[in-house]
């Protein structure tokens, strides 16, 4: 998951990137409102952390852009403790969330898995697909209740999926989501980590769909379906 850091004050940034980071998001960071703007008007982000304060042009006012423009993702806005006049004109705008600073980073961690697991449309905070179990408060994944072992690059992309299970991801889509803009990308890296992680399941949930990506879906025991057979995009 990808998520995008707005906050002008370079300590609580700082903590905030690093927070971020440690928890196994890709962090793309602005420190006003005419950067952050732009890179949410123009990046798919899984979520924003939003200041209100900002240089050049405040959170409300860029939160009301992107609305208007469009763009759906989560927001969480950042609010001083005691203003509630901040929180009404934050909601209004289009935030779907709020924290007043100052704030525990457990507390912003377990909002924005709550945002964006709603905002893929899931109420639980445990995702299904067939036999494997993905626990998105402690990153464990669980086949048959047996635990797997994966890495974090591993992990985000399987959490990905799982949250767009059914849908059809594709490569550029699982490249812009589970990396940062400055990080080198090369969508043939993810399919080798697609293929790592069928391995480590054991269980055919990631199909192939021929020049078009990866889908997430229950395996079919009666038909034996090798995920590997329509490969070839
Ligand atoms: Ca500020």
Redesign the pocket.
Known sequence: MRVLVV???PDLARQLQEGLAGAGYAVDYAPDGEEAHFLGDTEPYDAVIL????PILD?VSVLEKWRKAGREMPVLI?TARDSWSDKVAGLDAGADDYLAKPFKMEELLARLRALIRRSAGHASPELECGPVLLDTRSSKVTVDGTAVRLTAQEFKLLSYLMHHAGKVVSRTELTEHLYDQDFDRDSNTIEVFVNRVRKKLGVNIIATVRGMGYQLANPDPGTGTDPDANKGD
């Open positions: 906050e002008d004050e200041d209100l304060g900002l959170g950042l």
